[in-house]
């Protein structure tokens, strides 16, 4: 076990090459798009490998989505260089192709059926909880490797897939700690409970909604759609009934009308809300008394002590002259995690790659520590933390036991 949690620890440890960002944008017609990582003075000298590793990515670097798949490809990117200038993989440059899926379902069907088409050791995504469950049959089927960042409840309570590996927390962990903060923190008696109306927002609900129950406390619901940009009839609803404190699960537009539409309506409570808030894309769409003061339940803000966070908001900064946020967080610690697995199994045959990934323990990450456990997650950890200033930082930091 020493050895193996070295061999992890170098794999994340290695210092940033700085180079400049990729300007990569990919169609979902033709053959999936192999990435330029970094710019070509900056480049490892391919005759140091003895060939590549390929892995593919599916992405939304367009739809409502483009910001996130942007960001995801940045993460990715960092992750790639940062191996192949220790050396690579198995003596092997480690590179990717991906594709870009819209945050559709039905193009993220395209895109896998593509890219398990190509010669790829795993594949990163498609990202959303609805999105993986319309492609998880598709990799257990062509018994594939695979890593999403859905936290839907659903991908553990409706899927079976031993080829399925979540790279961020469940929302099984988030929404029960949300909803005991908003009790045991902040001191509710009544709450409302907020949530979109699709995979995401339901499993998040149904999460806070029996941790509410369990701890006896009265709690009104009430529910909006994907793509509404009037909320004004909930939050009056929800004012209405006199709530104290309000949990808000829902997607990254979504989050920006509900916070704009409580600011004008005077409800001046506190709301704990699931991850997408605190990340700057979400936070650049808002005024500053828009979220004064809220909460989120979230994997990753830039704004935290802890070393393996510092040293990759270092990178990332030196590399694309930004902060990172969750999804670029998140994908980096995944493509660490697979490269982690290749040399624990020694080859790149997709079975012993799939079982390398059950042993992964203590893997240092910037979402928290990896460790396989239940239903194919790997963090079992999150940060509560509060904006002001439109700038979000740790309040305190949540671990729970991986099975």
């Known amino acids: ?71 995801t490809l940045q993460g990715v990117d960092l992750a790639v260089e940062e191996i192949n200038a220790a050396g690579g993989v198995l003596g092997k440059k480690l590179t990717y192709i991906y594709e870009d899926d819209g945050n559709d379902a039905t193009t993220a069907v395209n895109v896998v059926t593509k890219l398990l088409n190509e010669d790829v050791v795993a594949v990163i995504g498609p990202h959303t909880t609805g999105n993986t469950l319309a492609v998880q049959s598709l990799y257990a089927e062509a018994g594939m490797p695979f890593f999403s960042g859905g936290t839907g409840v659903k991908l553990e309570n409706e899927m079976d897939n031993k080829y399925f590996h979540r790279i961020r927390p469940s929302d099984s962990i988030c929404g029960a700690i949300a909803a005991k903060f908003a009790v045991e923190n902040l001191g509710a008696k009544k709450v409302g409970v907020d949530y979109n109306n699709n995979d995401f927002g339901t499993g998040g609900r149904d999460v806070v909604v029996a941790t509410l129950q369990e701890l006896g406390v009265e709690y009104v619901e009430v529910a ?36 704009r539409q409580a600011y004008e309506l005077g409800l001046d409570i506190p709301f704990i809300t699931s991850a997408g808030v605190v990340m700057q894309q979400v936070l650049d769409q808002m005024e500053p008394e828009y979220v004064e003061g809220w909460y989120s339940a979230t994997d990753f803000v830039p704004a935290n002590d802890d070393p393996v966070v510092k040293t990759f908001v270092e990178a990332f900064n030196a590399k694309y002259g930004i902060d990172p946020e969750l999804y670029a967080s998140a994908y980096y610690g995944t493509v660490k995690a697979l490269a982690a697995a290749i040399e624990i199994a020694g080859s790149t045959d997709h079975e012993a790659v799939n079982d390398a990934l059950t042993q992964i323990k203590d893997l240092p990450a910037p979402t928290g520590t990896m460790t396989y456990g239940a239903h194919g997650n790997m963090i079992h950890s999150l940060v509560i933390t509060q904006i002001h200033d439109l700038k979000p930082s740790v309040v305190s930091t949540v671990s729970m036991d991986p099975n």
Not at 39 to 57: C, H, P, R, T, Y
């Open 224 to 259: 909006h759609n994907s793509g509404d940009t009037d909320m004004t009839t909930q939050l009056m609803n929800l004012q209405a009934a006199g709530v104290d404190a309000v949990i808000l699960w829902t997607d990254d537009a979504e989050d920006v009308v509900t916070a």
């Open 1 to 71: 076990m020493k050895k193996l949690t070295a061999l992890l620890l170098a794999l994340v440890m290695v210092p940033s090459v700085t180079a400049c960002a990729s300007n990569n944008t990919s169609a979902t017609t033709g053959a999936p798009k192999a990435a330029d990582t970094t710019a070509a003075e900056n480049k490892v000298d391919d005759s140091a490998f003895d060939g590549e590793i390929v892995f593919g990515l599916s992405t939304a670097v367009t739809g409502n989505f483009p910001l996130a798949g942007e960001r």
